[in-house]
């Protein structure tokens, strides 16, 4: 669920000049862009719902209809693309209306169900990536199962969308379909949001407030896992499913409105005390989606309005779960109401040391719903919808919890996690004990948290960072680097307009931003024809360590740490540490 207040907006949002140019993003598609940037190719971002179709099914006037909801919304035909002069931040165009419905039928064996194989086709399709720069970035596709058997697999990308956009794209899908008469677009667009938006200074009142209530506050979440945390996060994840049958979910509900809390608050609240127990932490900072649609004419138009924000859950020991879910209603709230922030500017202001290992701030992620994701209703005929979670992974562990289609109080719970950091059978035992935990706190709300089921002893608790594993190799001459340092230090130069560059500056700690490292990763393929990743320029993020890694050329697996860089990269991390210590400490005492 995206959590949403309505406060009074007397500023109105102008509409933009579509012809003056490439249009600027919002501040949650700047972040997401640069996820994308960091982890081309995934289908991390991708929202995928599949909807059953039973009946005689008008394949055309579904085209049709597909094309009247593509022709209102500048969204969804929406491009990216990057920048490049400073500040070196993305833009978005707007294409002309193109929307396409193409019929596949289903290529079964015999050997295999039907509905087991298209649930395969279609996760197949969600998986697809997206091209940023080219689009489209929605994708609708029809997979015929047999006579009056069809599943509409509809996929955008979130740069585009939210969860109440899909709603707001079906709804007017069964217009169309119903042969209703068309209406005008929106008068407002996404695009005239996002600039709106961009141009409103950050609000100081409300960091500052952030700043106070996490101060102290872990920006690490220790969760024990089956591997060694390498270096880098990766994209890839896996996705567990676990029904919560009505018997657990009932209960549940009841206890929260006895609690004066939302059923959102109290599984929330559920979910942050077994993250605690897991890690051992009485502090956890759980990410949770939260709405910018507090505007009329902005409920029904098709876009990212969306950003996710930290709620801060301090699961003290003694603390009855009673207590604890009116502590998160109390602090949910608060949280909304100092929502203009964003989540990249928390993170820069909070935890400003970057660790590629980690997201930063949270790695813990919560949503749920009380409805199915989307309710499709197309004239004629039977229509059922699910989602199909993406595989790859935004954090270590995302909880998703929406009541299952047609099952009354029955929930279907969803734990995507990383795999480069636990098995499936971690995270199905992972499920398993959360709802235990649910149960036990459901049914004695009064009991001190310490008493509830916690995980059970088998978790692993590798957390550490994988050991760096040096390859021999020849130690390459100075001389053999000077050419690739000098043509790094140029290119720092120009990209941070700056010409005090050391061997051994941090890019960050000289006022780099990491779109303006996309920039630097860019003209080193260009000016160098090195090819690296741009994950690498966060690994190696001084000329000394970059220039090394970029003359040994491109490897197949994880680059080799050299015992003089790993022991120049702990000076730095100290010395950089010290700076932050001594502003903190400046700060408290103004």
């Given at each position: 669920m995206?959590?949403?207040?309505?406060?009074?907006?007397?500023d109105?949002?102008?509409?933009?000049?579509?012809?003056?140019g490439?249009?600027?993003?919002?501040?949650?598609?700047?972040?997401?862009?640069?996820?994308?940037?960091?982890?081309?190719?995934?289908?991390?971002?991708?929202?995928?719902?599949?909807?059953?179709l039973e009946g005689?099914?008008?394949?055309?006037?579904?085209?049709?209809?597909?094309?009247r909801?593509?022709?209102?919304?500048?969204?969804?035909?929406?491009?990216?693309?990057?920048?490049?002069?400073?500040?070196?931040?993305?833009?978005?165009?707007?294409?002309?209306p193109?929307?396409?419905?193409?019929?596949?039928?289903?290529?079964a064996?015999?050997?295999?169900d039907?509905?087991?194989?298209?649930?395969?086709?279609?996760q197949?399709?969600?998986?697809?990536?997206?091209?940023?720069?080219?689009?489209?970035?929605l994708?609708?596709?029809?997979l015929r199962?047999g006579?009056?058997?069809?599943?509409?697999?509809?996929?955008?990308?979130?740069?585009?969308?939210?969860?109440p956009?899909?709603?707001?794209?079906?709804?007017?899908?069964?217009?169309?379909?119903?042969?209703?008469?068309?209406?005008?677009a929106?008068?407002?667009?996404?695009?005239?949001?996002?600039?709106w938006?961009?141009?409103?200074?950050?609000?100081?009142e409300?960091?500052g407030?952030?700043?106070?209530?996490?101060a102290g506050?872990?920006?690490?979440?220790?969760?024990?896992?089956?591997?060694?945390?390498?270096?880098?996060?990766g994209p890839?994840?896996?996705s567990h499913?676990?029904?919560l049958?009505?018997?657990?979910m009932?209960?549940?509900?009841?206890?929260a409105?006895d609690?004066?809390?939302?059923p959102?608050?109290?599984?929330?609240?559920?979910?942050?005390t077994?993250?605690?127990?897991?890690?051992?932490?009485?502090?956890?900072?759980?990410?949770?989606?939260?709405?910018?649609?507090?505007?009329?004419e902005?409920e029904s138009?098709?876009?990212?309005f969306?950003?996710t924000?930290?709620?801060?859950v301090?699961?003290g020991?003694?603390?009855?779960f009673?207590?604890?879910?009116?502590?998160?209603q109390?602090?949910?709230?608060?949280?909304?109401t100092?929502?203009?922030?964003?989540?990249?500017?928390?993170?820069?202001?909070?935890?400003?040391?970057r660790?590629?290992?980690?997201?930063?701030?949270?790695?813990?992620?919560?949503?749920?719903?009380?409805?199915?994701?989307?309710s499709?209703?197309l004239?004629?005929?039977?229509?059922?919808a699910?989602?199909?979670?993406?595989?790859?992974?935004?954090?270590?562990l995302d909880?998703?919890?929406?009541?299952?289609?047609?099952a009354?109080d029955?929930?279907?719970?969803?734990?995507?996690?990383?795999?480069?950091?636990f098995?499936?059978?971690?995270?199905?035992?992972?499920?398993?004990q959360?709802?235990?935990?649910?149960?036990?706190?459901?049914?004695?709300?009064?009991?001190?948290?310490?008493?509830l089921?916690?995980?059970?002893?088998?978790?692993p608790?590798?957390?550490?960072?994988?050991?760096?594993?040096?390859?021999p190799?020849?130690?390459?001459?100075?001389?053999?680097?000077?050419?690739?340092?000098?043509?790094?230090?140029q290119?720092?130069r120009?990209?941070?307009?700056r010409d005090d560059?050391?061997?051994d500056d941090?890019?960050?700690?000289l006022?780099?931003?990491?779109?303006?490292?996309?920039?630097?990763?860019?003209?080193?393929?260009?000016?160098?024809g090195?090819k690296?990743s741009?994950?690498?320029l966060?690994?190696?993020?001084?000329?000394?360590a970059?220039?090394?890694?970029?003359?040994?050329?491109?490897?197949?697996?994880p680059?080799?740490?050299?015992?003089?860089?790993q022991?120049?990269a702990a000076?730095?991390?100290?010395?950089?540490?010290?700076?932050?210590?001594?502003?903190s400490?400046?700060?408290?005492?103004?």
């Open positions: 995206m959590e949403r207040v309505t406060v009074a907006t007397p109105h949002i102008p509409v933009l000049d579509r012809m003056a490439p249009l600027p993003v919002s501040g949650a598609q700047r972040a997401l862009y640069l996820v994308e940037l960091l982890h081309p190719g995934t289908p991390m971002y991708n929202i995928t719902v599949a909807v059953r005689p099914l008008d394949v055309p006037r579904l085209r049709s209809a597909v094309a909801v593509v022709a209102r919304h500048d969204a969804l035909r929406t491009t990216f693309t990057p920048g490049t002069a400073p500040p070196f931040e993305p833009a978005q165009r707007i294409g002309d193109d929307a396409e419905l193409p019929v596949v039928d289903l290529d064996d015999g050997t295999e039907v509905d087991a194989a298209a649930f395969r086709v279609a197949a399709w969600a998986d697809e990536p997206f091209d940023l720069e080219r689009g489209p970035l994708r609708t596709r029809l199962l006579p009056g058997r069809h599943l509409l697999v509809v996929t955008m990308h979130q740069l585009v969308s939210d969860g956009s899909l709603q707001v794209f079906f709804d007017e899908l069964a217009e169309g379909y119903a042969g209703g008469p068309e209406r005008a929106p008068a407002l667009q996404f695009a005239d949001y996002a600039a938006q961009r141009a409103r200074p950050v609000d100081a409300q960091l407030w952030w700043r106070d209530r996490l506050v872990p920006t690490v979440l220790r969760l024990p896992a089956d591997r060694p945390r390498p270096a880098v996060a890839h994840g896996g499913r676990h029904r049958r009505a018997a657990v009932r209960p549940a509900l009841r206890l409105q609690l004066r809390v939302t959102f608050v109290l599984v929330l609240t559920a979910y942050a077994f993250l605690s127990r897991l890690a051992g932490t009485r502090d956890v900072l759980v990410g949770v989606p939260v709405s910018a649609r507090d505007r009329v902005l138009v098709i876009g990212f969306a950003t924000l930290p709620v801060l301090e699961a020991r003694d603390r009855n009673a207590d604890l879910c009116r502590s998160v109390s602090e949910l709230l608060d949280v909304l100092h929502r203009d922030v964003t989540m990249e500017q928390l993170a820069e202001e909070l935890a400003p040391r660790d590629p290992g980690h997201a930063p701030l949270v790695q813990a992620f919560f949503s749920l719903e009380q409805e199915p994701i989307v499709p209703h004239p004629g005929l039977r229509a059922t699910f989602d199909l979670p993406p595989t790859g992974a935004k954090v270590d909880m998703m919890v929406f009541r299952a289609a047609g009354g029955d929930f279907d719970l969803t734990l995507t996690y990383r795999t480069d950091l098995e499936a059978a971690t995270i199905a035992r992972m499920a398993e959360f709802e235990l935990l649910l149960v036990a706190a459901v049914s004695d709300p009064t009991a001190p948290i310490r008493s089921p916690g995980p059970v002893e088998d978790v608790a590798t957390s550490r960072p994988a050991a760096a594993t040096v390859a190799r020849l130690d390459l001459p100075m001389s053999a680097c000077t050419g690739m340092e000098q043509n790094l230090i290119i720092w120009e990209v941070l307009s560059i050391g061997l941090n890019f960050f700690d006022g780099g931003t990491s779109f303006a490292l996309a920039t630097v990763h860019t003209l080193i393929g260009a000016r160098t090195a690296t741009l994950v690498s966060l690994e190696f993020p001084t000329i000394a970059l220039a090394r890694h970029l003359a040994d050329g491109p490897r197949t697996g680059a080799p740490v050299e015992p003089a860089d022991a120049r000076r730095l991390r100290d010395r950089r540490n010290r700076l932050q210590q001594r502003r400490a400046r700060g408290a005492g103004e």
